[in-house]
């Protein structure tokens, strides 16, 4: 018996399509890492900064979602770009926030990092797509 072509291991299986993207994975981290640090804001920003600033995180990694499910490029292209423009919100944001005091320098230069390279990833795939 000739041995068929090497199999994909298990945990690919079960992953989404998205789940195997490096910006949906980038935007994913990001996301939860905005989470992490706006339960720390002030009580009185919990509906502005607070909710804007993570529905703008979620939104990027939930569009890669959603994108990915679509039947054509150019959907999947039309989802990244709300995805990217939800991004530049958030590096908006977490400047707002870091220079009115709410973000320290260093968890300011992390999530900035982070959604610099959220971003890149997402621009990636978007330019890919497009080929």
């Known amino acids: 018996m000739v041995p068929g ?14 789940e195997r993207l490096h910006a ?3 935007c ?16 009185d920003e919990r509906y502005g900064l607070t909710s804007q600033t993570r529905r703008a995180a979620f939104s990027a990694a ?8 679509r039947r054509s490029r ?15 919100e958030v590096g908006y944001a977490l400047r707002f926030a870091h220079e009115a005091g709410l973000l320290p ?11 610099a390279r959220a971003r890149f990833l997402t621009w990636q ?6 080929r």
């Not at 072509?5 to 998205?18: D, T, V, W």
Request: with cysteine; aromatic share 10%.
């Open 5 to 18: 072509p090497p199999r994909a291991p298990r945990i690919l299986e079960r992953m989404s399509r998205y």
């Open 24 to 26: 949906w994975r980038e």
């Open 28 to 43: 994913h981290e990001l996301a939860l890492a905005v989470y992490r640090v706006t339960k720390r804001f002030p009580d």
């Open 62 to 69: 939930a569009n890669i979602v959603e994108g990915s499910a």
């Open 74 to 88: 150019k959907e999947f292209r039309r989802f990244l770009d709300i995805s990217l423009s939800s991004l530049s």
């Open 105 to 115: 320098d260093e968890e300011w230069c992390a999530l900035n990092d982070g959604q």
């Open 125 to 130: 795939l978007y330019q890919a797509l497009g």
